[in-house]
């Protein structure tokens, strides 16, 4: 038994913030931020906004595309740092939101590797038989927990919605996943805070070592993308198309020299919705579907890493 990817959906919120707006807050430049991240500009969410309905829009999309409906689902998965609130979870609000009551909902919270968790959980549930149809998103409102005085965190994230539908079956789909982690180096990248007693108790905006995650995340995206390779058999040269974790322009040109896969084999989307965490690897997904890019029998290698740290590969083939 195997799961394979039957549509793809996203979503970014309608208002666009460029560096160049956001230079008229903080101490930035548009050449700043565009040399060093490749970022130009983000999607924000409005204040009514909240993240199941970021997934809600992808999801449709998906379902749309994989020409399926809601009530089929046998299990929703939602990937999310920012949750729309501390219970019940955001996939039980989008499962809700879709019209579906049946099957499993729950959250995964890996931060930036979420989706690629979220994949990794889903693919391992449909091979064991759990059920036949499994949704799989990643939505954020990371807008809500930076300090938009902070310019060394507020220029590098953004807003947004990734899903994929997937299906069991006799064929891959999914040829091998690896997930990691390591919370010895969980304060280089986190969330300090937390709700207590009817307040917040700690520092509720992202704090981060810009130059420690950097190393670390173009270190552990080779080792992993390396390692889901070798499982499956698959060398680089046979890799169609790399779509790893959207943080930063020069992480994925790092990690793709590494690897030996140049610029023509990467999906890089972060310059038009910067660090959208766990949306970000299925943004990048659906826009090289939907354009085309990925075809049938193409051999795609996700990866991602975040905070805690957490990190992790899928190599799939596509149906
Ligand atoms: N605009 C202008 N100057 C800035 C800004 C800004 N937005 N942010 C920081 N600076 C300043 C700093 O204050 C510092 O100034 P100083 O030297 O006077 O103290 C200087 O710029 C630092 O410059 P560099 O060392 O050249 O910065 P660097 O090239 O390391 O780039 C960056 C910083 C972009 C944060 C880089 O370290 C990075 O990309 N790290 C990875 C971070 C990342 O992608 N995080 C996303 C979350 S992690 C994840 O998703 C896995």
Redesign the pocket.
């Known amino acids: 038994m195997f799961s394979r990817i039957l549509g793809t959906g996203s979503y970014l919120p309608q208002r666009l913030v460029t560096n160049a707006e956001l230079a008229q807050q903080?101490?930035?430049?548009d050449e700043?931020?565009r040399s060093?991240?490749g970022i130009a500009q983000r999607h924000i969410a409005a204040d009514d906004e909240c993240t199941s309905d970021l997934a809600l829009e992808a999801s449709r999309r998906a379902l749309e595309a994989a020409g399926i409906e809601a009530k089929d689902l046998g299990l929703i998965i939602v990937a999310t740092t920012t949750p729309d609130m501390i219970f019940p979870s955001t996939a039980c609000i989008l499962q809700a939101k879709l019209g579906a009551r049946s099957g499993a909902a729950f959250d995964v919270q890996a931060?930036?590797s979420g989706f690629v968790y979220a994949l990794a959980t889903a693919d391992a549930m449909l091979r064991g038989g759990a059920c036949h149809y499994a949704l799989v998103v990643g939505a954020e409102i990371y807008s809500r927990i930076l300090d938009w005085n902070d310019?060394?965190t507020c220029?590098?994230?953004g807003d947004g919605a990734g899903a994929v539908v997937l299906a069991a079956g006799d064929q891959p789909g999914i040829l091998a996943q690896h997930l990691h982690a390591d919370g010895a180096h969980r304060e280089i990248?986190c969330v300090p805070g937390t709700v207590a007693n009817g307040a917040v108790s700690g520092h509720p905006f992202v704090t981060?070592e810009?130059?420690a995650?950097?190393r670390f995340?173009v270190r552990v995206l080779d080792e992993v993308s390396r390692e889901v390779l070798a499982s499956a058999g698959v060398g680089v040269d046979q890799v169609d198309w790399f779509i790893p974790?959207q943080?930063?322009a020069?992480?994925i040109e790092a990690t793709g020299r590494k690897l030996g896969l140049g610029p023509e084999r990467c999906i890089v989307t972060v310059d038009r919705h910067a660090?959208t965490?766990a949306a970000s690897v299925p943004l990048a997904l659906d826009l090289a579907v939907r354009d085309g890019r990925i075809q049938s029998q193409h051999h795609v290698l996700l990866a991602a890493?975040?905070?805690g740290f957490t990190w992790g590969a899928v190599l799939l083939k596509w149906v």
């Open positions: 903080v101490d930035t430049s700043w931020v060093r991240t931060v930036c310019r060394g220029v590098l994230f990248l981060m810009g130059g995650v950097f995340a974790h943080a930063n020069r992480i660090n965490s890493v975040g905070g």
